[in-house]
């Protein structure tokens, strides 16, 4: 499917595991959490692994803290054009790639403390 959950109203996604077997590169969306224009999202302590972003959230309202992503496609949440300042703290991000864990297109809000971690070399002593 395009999401795990896919939101247009109020939901509190909190404590949850999300697993799916490796990102999709191209085709139809694949979001563990969609969050449609006018929805109000809350995500929290969750562990989001192998989908292309843990959470996409377009026009919504955003909280999102203390997540832990892996293995995501090109950037691990995004939000664009929040209907109120998002508040993205405290997440952590594993990725073997360059890719960012957030981006915000629009207000800003408070996006603070969060990291990526890259895989330690392998051979390193």
């Known amino acids: 499917g395009v999401a795990a959950i896919r939101a247009a109203g109020k939901v509190r996604i909190i404590h949850n595991t999300f697993e799916c077997p490796s990102p999709r590169k191209g ?46 496609w090109q950037v691990g949440m995004r939000i664009t054009e929040p209907a109120a300042a998002p508040v993205i703290t405290g997440n952590r991000f594993h990725s073997a790639t360059e890719h960012p864990g957030v981006t915000v297109v629009g207000d800003q809000g408070t996006v603070e403390d969060n990291r990526v971690e890259r895989p330690a070399s392998q051979g390193s002593p």
């Open 27 to 72: 085709g139809p969306p694949q979001f563990a959490v969609w969050g449609l224009p006018g929805s109000v999202i809350v995500f929290v302590d969750n562990d989001v692994r192998g989908w292309r972003q843990a959470l996409q959230a377009d026009k919504a309202s955003v909280v999102a803290t203390d997540n832990r992503v892996a293995d995501y």
